[in-house]
């Protein structure tokens, strides 16, 4: 039989590297947080080789003395876990990092190599080789003066040469670090960033000169303009839980959820609860394949959240994830309703773009094509035109004009009063063309009307409940025990959804009314459905997508359709309603209802500009 034995030092520190310093990526994130946690106000990362070789960490923050290097290199050794009645406090956890595990796991695989110097001592280096500490030795600083830290690791997993197997290309673990990066500096706009690999600048972010004021520029920064043109900002607060940020627009989408970000107290975060909690949210605008682009900052006591769950601190407990989620959904809602018709500056720039790729494909005008104007090898020139001006005629025109409007009285729709313009004209009997006062719109008129008419029936349905339809035979659907409990104590919520259901025994619910837009369903799947809902997300989001489905369907077939001939009062009334009615700038799939193209634009593409 095996005797137990105590494990050595190097290999506790070796185990514990595997958990906080998985690749070059998460060491300079345990870095990069000890330098925010020091009062940085700028922080400069090297990395050369994908940081195998080589991760520098520069900073400007308080720096330690000789005696607290000694202490930070040892496991468990902190100066941030704050201490209540004697006790280290776990519950209220302020800074980044708090567990003591991040340099002596770095020292334990690679060469690391610290020199630090406060206001008032003298610079200090000490080092750590695979476990091996020397010094701490008086070093030399960057400059007379200087206070901070430079953290230097070498050699990244030469310790454990088996994990150097498991490290990906030198351009997979470069796009890790910079995304670690860019994580870290969204949430502290009050602190500069750079960050160099193999000898390339590739992030170079200065001090924004509010933490608040600054949030947008620093995300536009990171997450690109677009996103800064296409955002809109998002403010709530519940029960000392407080939610700030900014959410794309819904025609702003992405075909992955990468660019999706969750900040508790400051700590960029990975949680399932964002997901769910933005899926809901963007259901109406989005298809399922879509995805948006967003960054929000959660703010809350300390102790109503866990950070304790990973070594790795990227993973988030809730004491209440049901407020937090619904926190999330109810202000994500709200900013997007207050966007009101608001497209994505994107659309414009799309359509622009299409055109003037479709301009650099023709090697000639069509006004100069052979077939018309050259008789080399064929029928005579004019025979030719006669032919082309026949084809052409035979495409039937169908683009009806509209007399410009008169001028209309102060408290009327005017060019400069109506976002989306006046209608000039109706093309192909499918869009609208509107004149602003400073361009055009082209309306999709089966979209839009397609927008407005669901919003319509949202409300109705908001205003008055989901209309029940008593089922002949109540339908008895078997479930585990849990399950009928989770849904029991949602019975309240489903009946406000048109479901009426009760326990029916311990592992049996019977429902008695469904729906009425459902019609004829499968009650069984439909409640295992929402119970798998409830279980993972606590909230039944089967029933509402099917609602939301159904009322989208509707919403399609009760809208004007494609091939409609409008008048012009009834282009206008669409307008009008357009800009009245949230959402409307995007279908319920999340295309566009409308592109605006502004009379600049439109005059670079003729070369006047």
């Known amino acids: ?82 201490v209540s009645g ?37 610079a200090a280096e000490i080092r750590v080789e695979g476990g091996v500490v020397t010094g701490p030795m008086p070093a030399a600083f960057l400059a007379t003066g200087q206070h901070g830290t430079r953290a230097e690791v070498r050699d990244l997993f030469y310790a454990t040469p088996a994990r150097l197997k498991f490290l990906k290309s030198v351009r997979s673990e470069d796009l890790a670090i910079t995304d ?29 000169p509010d933490l608040m004021d600054g949030r947008l520029p620093r995300l536009a920064r990171i997450m690109g303009r677009d996103f800064g043109d296409n955002a809109a900002a998002v403010e ?43 899926r809901g949210a963007y259901a109406d605008f989005l298809a399922r394949d879509r995805h948006p682009a967003l960054a929000l900052f959660l703010d809350c006591d300390p102790a ?11 993973e988030v407990r809730f004491r209440d994830a049901g407020l937090v989620r619904g926190l999330i959904v109810g202000a994500l809602k709200q900013a997007l309703g207050a966007a009101g018709h608001r497209a994505s500056t994107t659309v414009a720039s799309s359509a622009l773009d299409a055109l003037r790729g479709a ?75 509107a004149q602003t006062a400073d361009g055009i719109v082209i309306v999709d008129q089966h979209a839009a009307h397609e927008r ?35 849904l029991s104590a949602r019975a309240a919520e489903l009946a406000e959804l048109g479901l009426v259901i009760e326990a029916f025994g311990p592992d049996a619910v019977v429902v008695r009314e469904a729906p009425a837009l459902l019609g004829k369903l499968d009650i069984k799947g439909l409640v295992r459905d929402l119970a798998d809902d409830i279980a993972e997300t606590g909230n039944a989001l089967a029933l509402k997508e099917r609602l939301e489905a159904i009322t989208g369907t509707l919403a399609c077939h009760m809208s004007v359709r494609a091939g409609r001939r409008l008048t012009g009062d ?27 193209l502004k009379l600049a634009d439109i005059e670079k593409l003729f070369g006047r500009r």
Do not use: W
Not at 457 to 483: C, N
């Open 1 to 82: 039989m095996v005797k137990i034995r105590r494990l050595s030092e190097g290999t506790v520190n070796r185990i514990a590297a595997g958990e906080v310093v998985e690749r070059p990526a998460a060491a300079v994130k345990e870095l990069v947080e000890n330098a925010m946690d020091a009062g940085a106000t700028r922080i400069a990362v090297t990395a050369t080789n994908g940081g195998a070789d080589l991760l520098l960490v520069e900073d400007d923050g308080a720096g330690m003395t000789a005696d607290e290097l000694r202490l930070a290199i040892e496991r468990h050794a902190t100066s941030k876990l704050p």
């Open 86 to 122: 004697g006790e280290d406090d776990l519950s209220h956890i302020v800074t980044m990092g708090f567990r003591g595990e991040a340099l002596p796991s770095i020292g334990a695989v690679a060469r690391l190599s610290l020199t630090s110097r406060t206001r008032d001592s003298e």
């Open 180 to 208: 670690m990066v860019k994580r870290l500096a969204m949430a502290r706009p009050d602190i500069g960033f750079s960050l160099t690999l193999d000898g390339r600048t590739v992030l170079d972010l200065g001090v924004e």
């Open 236 to 278: 709530a607060s519940r029960e000392g839980v407080s939610l700030s940020g900014f959410a794309g627009l819904p025609t702003y989408n992405r075909a992955n959820a990468q660019m999706q970000f969750l900040f508790v107290n400051g700590r960029p975060v990975r949680d399932k609860l964002l997901v769910g909690a933005v």
């Open 304 to 314: 109503f959240v866990d950070v304790n769950v990973h070594p790795a601190k990227t």
């Open 359 to 433: 301009a650099l494909q023709r090697e000639v005008s069509p006004f100069q094509s052979p077939n018309i104007f050259s008789a080399a090898g064929g029928a005579p020139v004019a025979v030719q035109a006669r032919e082309a001006a026949s084809s052409y005629a035979a495409v039937p025109m169908s683009v009806r004009m509209e007399e410009a409007a008169p001028p209309r009285d102060a408290g009327d729709h005017s060019l400069d009063a109506s976002p989306l313009g006046v209608a000039r004209a109706q093309l192909h009997e499918t869009y609208v063309i």
């Open 452 to 486: 407005l008419v669901y919003e319509r029936m949202k409300a109705a349905m908001a205003g008055g409940g989901v209309a029940r339809q008593p089922l002949l035979i109540p339908e008895v659907v078997e479930l585990d025990p849990s399950e009928v409990s989770r």
């Open 570 to 596: 009834e282009m206008n009334a669409l307008l009008r309603e357009m800009e009245a009615t949230p959402h409307s700038g995007q279908c319920n799939h999340g295309r566009p209802t409308y592109v605006e």
